[in-house]
């Protein structure tokens, strides 16, 4: 059984998600970063200050990073609702 790590309310968040066709770890830890991302966008929240609160990405500092981020975690976010929990249902099931 491979240890996971746990989703984190703070994570550590990198400039670009991952664009990789499986879960990593970073996954795991951002797994509450997607669900308010894709909340926010439902919702219709400014892409500015959905980067600014959940990702910690200021774009009046650093307009492009900021787009960057949030538009590949953004993309990660809805990869996770289309593919991604299919690997989460995977591994739970080798687990029991």
């Known amino acids: 059984m491979v240890r996971r790590p746990r989703p984190s309310p703070d994570p550590n968040i990198i400039a670009c998600a991952p664009d990789v066709p499986e879960l990593t770890d970073y996954d795991y830890t951002l797994f509450i970063c997607y669900v308010r991302l894709l909340d926010a966008e439902k919702e219709g929240a400014d892409w500015r200050e959905v980067a600014k609160i959940v990702l910690k990405a200021d774009p ?16 990660r976010a809805h990869w996770m609702t289309k593919h991604g929990y299919r690997h989460l249902l995977r591994e739970a099931d080798d687990e029991w």
């Open 60 to 75: 009046d500092r650093d307009f492009v990073y900021a787009k960057r981020c949030y538009d590949t975690h953004l993309a």
